[in-house]
């Protein structure tokens, strides 16, 4: 018996499990892409960013924080650009990008957590009318069944909580590792978008020009 004969003799119930299936891997790739590419290399990004700060250059901080294409360098270069109206407006600026920031992280992350949740469920639910089904059988046959029809119904019945376990078991590990990921971006978010803050805070604002050009592009 193959895999399909298995799947198959699970009943209807598996049809449900397969697309939760489905949904936490589209979930799982879409989000791993994402990591991956919000990882940045917080202390030297730093530097760069001290050294443009105190030298006045908002502009080229700001050209630097569009080339590395991260949560934390978008934070940054949305701050960077309410320099010229004070520390205020550069700090309501950061905490904003942040919370935007924030949610795009966690796009998906909720519906993952649905998917760990609800295939065993569905698995439970296919194994108890699995079994409803198989001692009707038995009580129609008046006693008459022999145990390989009770072993038969029962194993039959047990295939959807296998099957839902195996989709929500790594369904509920993938979920923790990407909240744990993210937690840990939004901590390089919040003390890079802190030291941002108290450099310019430290420096001054001076008048600083920053090129037109660059200012439509943002």
């Not at 590395?68 to 990008?97: F, M, Q, T």
């Not at 998906?108 to 569905?122: E, F, K, R, T, Y």
């Not at 008046?142 to 369904?171: M, Q, Y």
Request: aromatic share 8%.
């Amino acid at each position: 018996m193959n895999l399909l004969d298995i799947f198959l003799k699970g009943g209807f119930i598996m049809w449900p499990i397969l697309l939760c299936s489905i949904i936490g891997l589209a979930v799982t790739v879409d989000r791993f892409i994402m990591l991956r590419k919000a990882k940045i290399n917080v202390p030297a990004f730093m530097v760069r960013i001290r050294g443009f700060i105190k030298k006045k250059d908002i502009s080229g901080a700001i050209s630097y924080c569009m080339q590395e294409k991260s949560p934390v360098a978008n934070i940054v270069r949305k701050g960077l650009k309410k320099y010229k109206y004070g520390h205020d407006r550069v700090k309501d600026a950061i905490e904003n990008a942040g919370s935007q920031e924030v949610s795009k992280l966690e796009k998906g992350l909720s519906l993952l957590a649905s998917v760990a949740g609800i295939a065993p469920l569905l698995g439970f639910l296919g194994t108890v009318t699995g079994m409803i089904q198989a001692f009707m059988t038995i009580q129609d046959l008046a006693g008459a069944a022999n145990p390989s029809d009770l072993a038969g119904g029962i194993w039959e019945a047990l295939i959807t909580t296998a099957f839902g376990l195996i989709v929500g078991i790594p369904a509920f590990a993938i979920y923790n590792y990407f909240l744990s990921a993210v937690k840990k971006l939004v901590g390089e978010m919040e003390t890079v978008a802190n030291d941002v803050i108290d450099v310019i805070q430290d420096g001054g604002k001076d008048e600083v020009e920053i090129d037109d050009e660059l200012e439509m592009e943002l």
